[in-house]
């Protein structure tokens, strides 16, 4: 099974911009990127419909965070700007292989990559 390639992460003062990307070459109906903190339970923050480019956000994340997939390199990009320490988590880019709703539930998403670190310090 193809794995998702997340890249990017790293460590960035608070209200600044870092970009993630996640390679991935195999089927999807839907991609997200979802987050976890330590001792916090993975939270989704950003989804797209491949077929769509339907967008769904986390309330915490809108107007600061942008999704987009780039079909031709399949990438799967997460715009990060004007973060917050808050935003200090390890970072997953997921895929769905088959049909379903777009959600930020990480259930609904079957193929994982191992994530990258992002730091934001205050």
């Known amino acids: 099974q193809i794995q998702p390639v997340e890249s990017g992460g790293g460590s960035v003062q608070a209200g600044g911009s870092l970009k993630l990307s996640c390679a991935y070459g195999?089927?999807?109906?839907?991609m997200g990127w979802f987050r976890q903190a330590p001792g916090k339970e993975r939270e989704g923050v950003a989804a797209i419909a491949i077929g769509t480019n339907t967008t769904y956000y986390a309330a915490s994340v809108l107007g600061r965070f942008t999704v987009s997939r780039d079909n031709a390199e399949q990438t799967l990009n997460l715009q990060m700007d004007r973060l917050k320490p808050e935003d200090t988590a390890i970072y997953y880019c997921a895929a769905r292989d088959s049909v379903g709703f777009l959600t930020l539930l990480p259930q609904t998403f079957n193929i994982w990559g191992q994530g990258t670190q992002v730091t934001v310090s205050s």
């Open positions: 195999g089927s999807a109906y839907n």
